[in-house]
């Protein structure tokens, strides 16, 4: 078996980093190909993207792969979007599993396919016990969605008398999130040149530092997630407190 390439995680290293990976409409108008060329073309800067946070010693990596607002496409680009999410797990699962990564879906899962719904089933169970990098990926997440699902999950712990609704705070309100096994994204990255958060994480993001990368997601590669995590390394961040030195 291949030796494990060796991590770099430093104190500036963040923990998890969350990605918002877009831009591979304009780089698939850009070579006059179909939407869908590029998000294929995404798949592979995904892949990248993994390895290369595995290398550099990133513990937690989410990626929004789609989003609640997605479904107001094209059919034909929403099954694209689809097939591409069974591609990737099916094809990438071995060797991610072989690689220790452990694979986790978020998102609202209500009126996904059945098919969909095994194949995220088998990933999530087959890579369970991995803990060398956390995969995560959004897919058919929204933030506000999110928070709304984890509020009826609250109210519904109150009706069953398990819970007061003062035992409602920020701190255990997080436990009703998708996200309730992850910490809190230290970076968030979004690609193509857009500075928006277009509903992913609004409540884990809430002290992320934000960096927006002019490259379309699919040329993103390992020099580019480095060049992001420098200008992490070089944020100052405040928590709401005072910089001492002021
Ligand atoms: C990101 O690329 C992939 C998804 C949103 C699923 P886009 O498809 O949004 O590409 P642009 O932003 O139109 O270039
Ligand atoms: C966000 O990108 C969703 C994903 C990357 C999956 P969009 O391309 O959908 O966001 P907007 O529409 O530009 O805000
Ligand atoms: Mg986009």
């Not at 920020?170 to 999130?177: G, I, M, N, V």
């Amino acid at each position: 078996m291949a030796q494990p390439s060796p991590t770099h995680a430093t104190a500036a290293t963040p923990r998890h980093i969350a990605i918002i990976m877009d831009g591979n409409g304009r780089w698939a108008r850009q070579r006059a190909r179909p939407r869908t060329f590029g998000h294929a073309e995404g798949v592979e800067a995904l892949r990248r993207t993994v390895e290369a946070a595995g290398e550099l010693g990133v513990g937690y990596l989410t990626v929004f792969g789609f989003s609640t607002e997605n479904w107001r496409r094209p059919v034909e680009e929403v099954n694209a979007l689809f097939d591409l999410l069974r591609l990737y797990v099916v094809r990438d699962l071995d060797r991610l599993a072989r690689e220790g990564v452990r694979v986790r879906v978020i998102g609202d899962r209500a009126n996904l396919q059945k098919d969909i719904l095994e194949i995220i089933d088998r990933a999530e169970s087959r890579t369970r016990a991995n803990d060398k990098l956390n995969l995560t990926i959004a897919f058919n997440y929204g933030g506000q969605d999110e928070i709304a699902r984890a509020a009826r999950r609250a109210a519904e712990e109150v009706k069953a008398g398990k819970i007061v609704p003062e035992d409602i705070t920020a701190q255990s309100f997080a436990r009703y999130l998708d996200t309730a096994e992850l910490p809190p994204p230290d970076l968030l990255v979004r690609t193509s040149g857009e500075s928006r958060l277009s509903n992913f994480m609004l409540w884990q993001a809430a002290y992320a530092e934000l960096v927006f990368v002019d490259r379309l997601w699919p040329d993103f590669d390992k020099n580019a997630l480095q060049a992001a995590i420098e200008v992490y390394g070089r944020r100052e961040r405040r928590y709401g407190g005072s910089d001492p030195a002021s």
